[in-house]
């Protein structure tokens, strides 16, 4: 059991690229979520996706962020055109549904931007 | 909207010591409480879940409690050991389907 799948770890883009994050939850887990913990900062929610439903992006900011879960594959967190703002640290974490057994978190995607 | 406070921000203490770390949440009305633990650079590991109608979870030299009606959670570490050392976060699950986290504490613990 691999556990929540991340990668990459690290990702360095210039300003204005895009970037694409992607977490593969653990096995058996239909529940995907995105959380962002930015430099000096807590960890905050951005997204929950069920597979090819978006349930709540209430944490989502609202311009040049998208996530998806498609049927096959990982799930997907885009940023386009980023900024120097967006460098942080992105963790995705999966449960099964109900959530009632806890969320599993994965190593996370450290994002700088240059 | 759910608020989730930890004191103290950081913590460092000599070994062996039994400590106890807090976290207070502002709605009651939780589905469950996990502590979690990161270290520098890290991603999370899960130490401890609570569910909404348990008082309390163990796990080896942890131990956490949870008080819904005073929206109070602890996290007590025995005879704490240098591998201890690393930022502790409380979470709060309140509909299932997102966790509310606080800020953490930097505990560490000294040979």
């Known amino acids: 059991n691999a556990g929540v799948m991340q990668n990459p770890r690290h990702l360095v883009r210039r300003r204005g690229q895009e970037a694409r994050l992607r977490c593969s939850p653990m096995k058996g887990h239909s529940h995907v979520y995105w959380y962002r913990q930015l430099p000096e900062e807590g960890l905050k929610f951005m997204v929950y996706l069920q597979k090819e439903n978006i349930i709540d992006e209430s944490g989502m900011p609202k311009e040049r962020f998208s996530a998806e879960f498609p049927k096959e594959g990982p799930s997907i967190l885009r940023i386009q055109q980023v900024v120097r703002g967006d460098s942080a640290a992105y963790f995705c974490?999966?449960?099964?549904?109900?959530?009632?057994?806890?969320?599993?978190f994965g190593s996370g995607t450290r994002l700088t931007v240059v | 909207k759910q608020e989730v406070t930890q004191i103290p921000a950081a913590l460092s203490v000599p070994e062996g010591e039994n400590l106890v770390l807090n976290c207070s949440f502002t709605?009651?009305?939780?589905?469950?409480l996990q502590w979690f633990r990161q270290d520098p650079g890290k991603g999370l590991t899960s130490l401890l879940l609570i569910q909404s109608s348990q008082r309390e979870q163990t796990s080896g030299r942890l131990n956490a409690s949870l008080d819904k009606s005073s929206g109070r959670s602890t996290l007590y570490i025995a005879a704490s050991q240098p591998g201890d050392s690393a930022t502790y976060l409380c979470a709060v699950d309140n509909a299932g389907n997102m966790l509310t986290f606080g800020g953490g504490t930097r505990l560490m613990v000294k040979p």
């Open positions: 709605d009651s009305a939780i589905y469950n």
């Open positions: 974490a999966s449960s099964p549904p109900g959530g009632l057994t806890g969320y599993t």
